[in-house]
């Protein structure tokens, strides 16, 4: 069986380097095409040198574009704006496409949802096995403890991080509200400050912390009168997020145009 070549862009980044070692890792898939911005010191350096795994024979380039008979699948973990570009790319030349990246505005998310109508994207907030199953249990518990409790969601990430809340904090909030008949587009509050006044329960509250190396940590508070229920993800490590990506890969390649998300990807979609 021939590999799935992989193309992991932003390549230098805490998500790129990790990636590279991820494609390395996973049966059935080749990384075969690296990039960086065309500002990048790394043009040019050996992407498993990069990623500490010692040559590839893989070289940091500059325009993804230029490279499209080299991959069949673009991974990408950089930024909105670069991934709308990679997304452009990749239409054109009917290339598949897997997008971790998070901070989209709601009309970025429309131009990714028209791109799917021609290509196969995987766009998904958090690629994790563990953040996917919280999803399900969130909808869960939403529906059985309903109206009665606050909830809050609480998440932390390192100091680097530059969009808030988290694209995973955003989507579990996405998950209860749904479950629950509410728009988070109404109900939510972003952090409080001053004379607040008492809590609306219907609200769907997020506070963010910003500190040190944290990889990625998610909790969600299910709050009554005389019990609460927590639902907590801690990621220490990106590889976690990487393998998931590979696997969305793996998954993607061969698939019909259409927009799915990590969900679909490990079967719990429905
Ligand atoms: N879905 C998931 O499971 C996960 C998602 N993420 C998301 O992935 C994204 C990247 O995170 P992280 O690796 O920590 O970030 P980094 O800043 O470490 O890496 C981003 C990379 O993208 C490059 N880049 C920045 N802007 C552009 C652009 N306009 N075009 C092309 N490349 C660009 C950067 O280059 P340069 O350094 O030169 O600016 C850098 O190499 C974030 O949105 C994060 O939230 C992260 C982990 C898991
Ligand atoms: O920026 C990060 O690091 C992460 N971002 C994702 C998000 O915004 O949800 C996923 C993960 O928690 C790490």
Redesign the pocket.
Known sequence: MTAVRVAI????????R?LIEAAVMAPGLEPTVA???P??S?LGADAGELAGLGRLGVTLEADPAAATDRFDVLVD???????L??LDICRRAGKAMV?????FTDDQKAVIRQAAEDIPVVF?????VG?NLCFKLLDLAARVLGDEVDIEIVEAH?R????AP???ALRMGEVVADALGRDLKTCAVYGREGVTGERDRQTIGFETIRAGDIV?EHTVMFAGLGERVEITHK?SS?MT?AK??MRAAAWLNGRPAGLYDMQDVLGLSG
């Open positions: 862009v932003g390549a230098g980044g805490r998500m790129g990790t990039t960086e911005m500002s990048s790394l973990f950089t930024r909105p704006e670069g991934s570009v990679h997008i971790g990246t998070t901070g998904a907030p958090n690629m994790s953040v390192h680097h991080k530059v969009d988290s694209g995973t990625g990621a990106r997020f998931g990506a």
